[in-house]
């Protein structure tokens, strides 16, 4: 009897001791999984405040803006840029620290930011709420978790992402589709706000709406110092040569490589597309 009982101790000891290791080992699995779910979550999250609060430099995907600010859209790349600089720490610190105390100046004279309108500002404004912006820390860490991610989606498969073969001759809509995408991927909302673009609500420049009608207006007008003689191309000219003519009141900020940037057959989709709103 006694050796019975012995014998289911011992086993009722084991058969504990499995279950025990068996809710340790699942434990740590659903953790990991649980963390995993969370920073999938501030990734997210991350986005949508990069969205609402970034792209105006940096780009709606991150890409980068022409005289803005450059592309943040590779892990790959972001990670050198910590090498070029010497950070003593990680990625994410880096990020952090960037984006919570901004630049006072610029390691890239090409990039103007926000002295692109006031040449008394920083180049990169704080955005932390201890220094004055309008970011809680989650919020900057979130921001750099999603910046982090783009490890997994290289600025080539982004850019098809973005533009899909279209499957036909364009339309009429299909064309002012490519214009309002390119008008957004080439920054130009970041700097000039366009009604019937979503998401462009830049103030640096001048607004665009009523552009086709004002274009010839400014031809007219005595002060004006371009060599257009229609308003096709005023607007050509304001994208190629946007120094030949500066609106009053607006800094001579714009880019001076879209030439570069745009192919001919965009160059037309968008000059087209302004003439017309």
């Not at 994410?92 to 390691?107: K, M």
């Not at 279209?166 to 589709?177: H, I, K, Q, R, T």
């Not at 371009?226 to 714009?254: C, H, K, N, W």
């Not at 001919?264 to 709103?277: A, K, M, P, R, S």
Request: net charge negative.
């Amino acid at each position: 009897m006694i050796r019975l009982q012995l014998a289911l101790g011992i086993i009722i000891t084991i058969v504990g001791l499995l279950i025990v290791a068996w809710v340790g080992v699942n434990e740590d699995a659903n953790l990991a999984q649980r963390d995993r779910e969370i920073l999938a979550r501030r990734i997210e999250r991350g986005a949508e405040l990069f969205e609402r609060n970034c792209y105006t430099c940096h780009g709606i995907n991150a890409q980068g803006v022409p005289g803005l600010g450059p592309a943040l859209n590779s892990r790959e790349m972001l990670e050198e840029r910590v090498k070029e600089v010497g950070w003593p720490g990680s990625l994410h610190s880096y990020l952090v620290r960037t984006i919570s105390g901004g630049r006072l100046v610029s390691t890239r004279p090409e990039y103007q930011g926000a002295k692109a309108s006031d040449p008394n500002a920083m180049v990169m404004p704080p955005w932390l709420e201890d220094y004055g912006g309008p970011l809680r820390p989650a919020d900057i860490e979130d921001i750099a978790y999603f910046l982090e991610n783009f490890e997994e989606f290289p600025p080539e498969l982004l850019e098809q992402m973005a533009t899909p073969t279209p499957a036909g001759p364009p339309g009429e809509e299909d064309v002012a589709a490519r214009a309002s995408a390119l008008f957004i991927e080439k920054g130009c909302g970041g700097c000039h706000t366009l009604s019937s673009v979503p998401g462009a609500t830049g103030a640096v420049g001048p607004a665009l709406d009523g552009l086709g009608q004002r274009a010839a207006e400014r031809i007219a007008d005595a002060a004006y110092t371009g060599q257009a003689t229609t308003a096709e191309e005023y607007i050509r000219e304001s994208i190629l040569d946007p120094s030949a003519f500066v609106v009053p009141d607006y800094p001579d900020a714009m880019p001076k490589n879209f030439g570069d940037l745009l192919s001919e057959e965009e160059l037309d989709i968008l000059v087209q597309f302004l003439l017309q709103q």
